[in-house]
Nanobody, 127 residues
């Protein structure tokens, strides 16, 4: 059984920062790619960032580039997303996801390519 639990969301002012965490319990799979997505009401889930198992490959969505950083701690099975220079348009529910056995030379970026998801954590940026 695979469980993902996000934390670290909250209310922050414009220009502020947050670090989101995603604790995973992955006993069945030895390697997995990881990603972060976000979603607002009435819109499709948007790709934010992804990382390969080893961390050697990272990919960012246009809205995240230069402001957000994905990282991971494979010893503790935790995935992070560091958000900086936040703007009101970053307000959303942020979800982490993993996909087992993805090539370490890349990472998926479509929601359909991830099999396991967390429940999400709300990030609200006030102006």
């Amino acid at each position: 059984q695979v469980q993902l639990v996000e934390s670290g969301g909250g209310l922050v002012q414009v220009g502020g920062s947050l670090r989101l965490s995603c604790a995973t319990s992955v006993r069945t799979y030895s390697t997995y790619a990881a990603g972060w997505f976000r979603q607002t009401p009435g819109k499709e889930r948007e790709f934010v960032a992804a990382m390969s198992w080893s961390g050697g490959y990272t990919d960012y969505g246009e809205s995240a580039m230069g402001r957000f950083t994905i990282s991971r701690d494979n010893v503790n099975n935790t995935i992070y997303l560091h958000l900086t220079n936040l703007i009101p348009e970053d307000t959303a529910i942020y979800y982490c996801a993993i996909q087992p056995f993805w090539s370490d030379f890349g990472a998926p970026r479509s929601p359909d390519e991830f099999d396991y998801w967390g429940q999400g954590t709300q990030v609200t940026v006030s102006s």
